[in-house]
């Protein structure tokens, strides 16, 4: 057998989750009717009715998957024979410079119809 040395530390059981009293509960009841019978009041018919979700508008600058593939290819091949800027290309689509800028370093390298002839200028 094992016994307890002297000086030995004790592992406390852990703490209970305090409860909520009897008028806690009351309070918390009388507080969710209250606000039932304010959205039930709100609708008018005495049941409550669901909100109809509104279509959100589309931000400006999205597109579908590739759109902007598309997009940015186009404006580089209209531009004139010394190339279009990051920062062009961002303002013609209303996009924010840094996607651009990441597209450009990413899936635009892979793109044939695309050359880069300068600091973040390029041609078609």
């Keep these: 057998m094992t016994e307890a040395k002297p000086g030995a530390t004790t592992i406390a059981a852990p703490r209970r989750k305090p409860k909520i009293s009897v008028a806690g509960r009351a309070r918390i009841a009388a507080?969710?009717?209250a606000r039932w019978a304010k959205v039930k009041r709100a609708a008018g018919s005495g049941t409550a009715v669901k909100?109809?979700?509104?279509p959100k508008p589309a931000k400006p600058g999205l597109q579908k998957r590739g759109g902007l593939k598309e997009s940015v290819v186009a404006l580089v091949k209209a531009s004139s024979q010394h190339g279009i800027t990051v920062a062009e290309v961002a303002a013609k689509l209303g996009a924010k410079p840094r996607r651009i800028f990441d597209?450009?370093?990413?899936?635009?390298?892979g793109v044939k119809e695309i050359k880069k002839v300068g600091r973040a200028r390029y041609v078609a």
Excluded: L, R, Y
């Design 31 to 33: 507080a969710q009717k």
């Design 51 to 54: 909100p109809v979700a509104q």
């Design 103 to 109: 597209w450009f370093k990413s899936t635009g390298k």
